[in-house]
């Protein structure tokens, strides 16, 4: 079992950055998989992207690659998703998830989601 809880979330200027914490509870924390996603306003949620346990490898969706960058400090039970250049699509509930399985694809098979923070890039 794993708790998470999201912070770091606000409204920013186009062109900004933002960095989002997830908190982990749990002594495990380097045996799962964290994923961010997202979901905007009458829309579906969306893979941001992915971190190993090791945090050796990371996944990022076409539309954040280049801006975004995911980190882990598993010391800490701690993932960080360090957003810059922040484009107005970018508005939207973002969340942090967990998962300990070994599913293909890795934007399925979480089992384990924070409450989500709120982020709005300014237009």
């Known amino acids: 079992q794993v708790q998470l809880v999201e912070s770091g979330g606000g409204l920013v200027q186009i062109g900004g950055s933002l960095r989002l914490s997830c908190a982990a509870s749990g002594r495990t924390f380097s045996s799962y998989t964290m994923g961010w996603f997202r979901q905007a306003p009458g829309k579906e949620r969306e893979f941001v992207g992915a971190?190993?346990?090791?945090?050796?490898?990371?996944y990022y969706a076409d539309s954040v690659k280049g801006r975004f960058t995911i980190s882990r400090d598993n010391a800490k039970n701690m993932v960080v998703l360090q957003m810059n250049r922040l484009k107005p699509e970018d508005t939207a509930v973002y969340y942090c998830a967990a998962r300990n399985t070994r599913v293909l694809d890795i934007a399925a098979g979480y089992g384990y989601w924070g409450q989500g923070t709120q982020v709005t890039v300014a237009s």
């Open positions: 971190i190993t346990g090791s945090g050796g490898t990371t």
